[in-house]
């Protein structure tokens, strides 16, 4: 389930009290309106271990307290980029499926204060995050040294390696964005 492709109905199709993996393929389809392909698809990536863990639930069996224990399994696996898309995702979800009265209360008003800042009780990683380590002399040596045998490699690489550029930004390079 929960494939960008299929067709699904609205949520006022489903029963008045569904599972939590039949909303939300509803939702996804339904909830975000326009986006991009990969921003749709990012949507579903972080909504689909979410599914696996509240997709059995009945929307009205979801309460503060089960989300917070789901996100607590969370914080062992994922880092906090993919925990905080994730967060996002079940808060836009839960407060329409509130809105929507599929659920008698806001269950994501828990983790923020009065102030509409996140609380204590948000969702953060327990991951330790590695030190970032660069190429050592000999890998540099060793990569410019393969990239020599292709002309239109190497001056990829050389800007790589001489600028601190990030590969994304390599990739998108132009030859007007170089002065």
Not at 38 to 54: F, Q
Not at 63 to 83: E, G, H, P
Not at 135 to 154: C, D, G, N, Q, W
Request: one cysteine or more; hydrophobic letters at 35%.
């Amino acid at each position: 389930y929960m494939a960008p492709e299929q067709e699904v109905g609205t949520a006022q199709e489903l029963c008045k009290n569904p599972l939590f993996r039949d909303y939300a393929e509803v939702f996804l389809k339904k909830g975000f309106g326009n986006g991009t392909s990969v921003t749709k698809k990012g949507y579903y990536d972080s909504m689909r271990p979410i599914a696996n863990e509240l997709g059995a639930f009945r929307m009205n069996e979801i309460t503060f307290d089960v989300v917070r224990k789901m996100f607590a399994k969370f914080c062992d696996k994922y880092v906090q980029s993919t925990i905080n898309k994730q967060f996002l995702v079940l808060n836009k979800a839960l407060t329409k499926a509130y809105k929507d009265e599929l659920m008698p209360e806001n269950v994501m008003a828990g983790f923020y204060d009065e102030y509409g800042k996140h609380n204590y009780e948000y969702p953060t990683s327990r991951i330790r995050k590695k030190p970032i380590v660069g190429f050592t002399k000999e890998e540099v040596e060793m990569l410019l040294s393969a990239a020599r045998s292709y002309p239109k490699i190497y001056p990829i690489i050389q800007v790589f390696l001489s600028t601190g550029v990030r590969p994304a930004e390599l990739r998108g390079l132009l030859w007007e964005n170089v002065n």
